[in-house]
C-alpha cells in the first residue's frame, strides 16, 4: 500500500497569504489528523477529520481549517499568514478512527516558511 | 500545549548500550504509543500501550506504563547508530477538545 502523501512538501509564502495543503491517506484510512511542528512548541494537534466531519480539535485560531473529502483526501488551509505559522505541518492517517485511536502513519510533513 | 514532559530531552551513548526515555503527562489516557522521528521527517509509530497495560516489548523496545504516576519509559536495548532520531511519546486522552498530545521528545545520538 502506498503510504501518506503530503503535497506540496515545501512552500514559501509572505505573511498575509494563505495558504491550502493536501494529504492523501492510506487506501482505507478514514481518519486523518494534522499537526503543526515547531522547535519551540514542539508537535502541536491541529484537528482530526473522520468521514468529512471535524471529530476533535486542537488550540488554534480560526485560520486553521480543514476539511475532508468523500474519498478521504484531506485539506488544511490557513488564511492571513503569520511568521509564526512557518513549520512542519504533519498528517496523519488511521484506519479506525473511532473511540479510541490506533496506530497513526505520518506523511513526510510540508515544510511552510513565511516571510 | 503539551501534554507529556519527556526526559532527558537528549542522550548520547555508545552504539550496543541501552537508552531510557521517560515521558510523564498530566491527563488521564486511553493510551500512550511512542514514535520516532528522524530529521524533521514525518513520524515512525514504533509501539502502543493501552491504559490497562503495564509493560510491552516490540523487538529491542521495552514500554512500560505506571497510570498512577503517570508516566511511562522507552528503552532501547543494544542500540545501533541507526536508532539515532528524536523520539516522541503520544497520549490519547479520555476527555477534553484535545483528544491527542504529543511528549517534548527526546533526542536520541547512538555513537558508532
Known amino acids: 500500500k502506498a503510504g501518506v502523501t503530503q503535497t506540496p512538501r515545501y512552500l514559501i509564502k509572505t505573511r498575509g497569504q494563505q495558504v491550502t495543503l493536501s494529504c492523501s491517506p492510506i487506501s482505507g484510512h478514514r481518519s486523518v489528523s494534522w499537526y503543526q511542528q515547531t522547535p519551540g512548541q514542539g508537535l502541536q494537534f491541529l484537528f482530526e477529520y473522520f468521514s468529512e466531519t471535524q471529530r476533535n480539535k486542537g488550540n488554534f485560531p480560526g485560520r486553521f481549517s480543514g476539511r475532508q473529502f468523500s474519498n478521504s483526501r484531506s485539506e488544511m488551509n490557513v488564511s492571513t499568514l503569520e511568521l509564526g505559522d512557518s513549520a512542519l505541518y504533519l498528517c496523519?492517517?488511521?484506519?479506525?478512527?473511532?473511540?479510541?485511536?490506533?496506530?497513526?502513519?505520518f506523511g513526510p510533513g510540508t515544510r511552510l516558511t513565511v516571510l | 500545549s503539551q501534554q507529556g514532559e519527556e526526559d532527558p530531552q537528549a542522550l548520547s551513548i555508545q552504539e550496543g548500550e541501552n537508552a531510557t526515555m521517560n515521558c510523564s503527562y498530566k491527563?488521564?489516557?486511553?493510551?500512550l504509543q511512542w514514535y520516532r522521528q528522524n530529521s524533521g521527517r514525518g513520524l515512525v509509530h514504533l509501539i502502543l500501550i493501552r491504559s490497562n497495560e503495564r509493560e510491552k516489548h516490540s523487538g529491542r523496545l521495552r514500554v512500560t506504563l505506571d497510570t498512577s504516576k503517570k508516566s511511562s519509559s522507552l528503552l532501547i536495548t543494544a542500540s545501533r547508530a541507526a536508532d539515532t532520531a528524536s523520539y516522541f511519546c503520544a497520549t490519547e486522552n479520555t476527555g477534553g477538545y484535545q483528544k491527542v498530545t504529543f511528549g517534548t521528545g527526546t533526542k536520541l545520538q547512538v555513537i558508532p
Open positions: 496523519a492517517s488511521s484506519f479506525i478512527g473511532g473511540g479510541s485511536y490506533n496506530e497513526q502513519f
Open positions: 491527563t488521564s489516557i486511553n493510551n
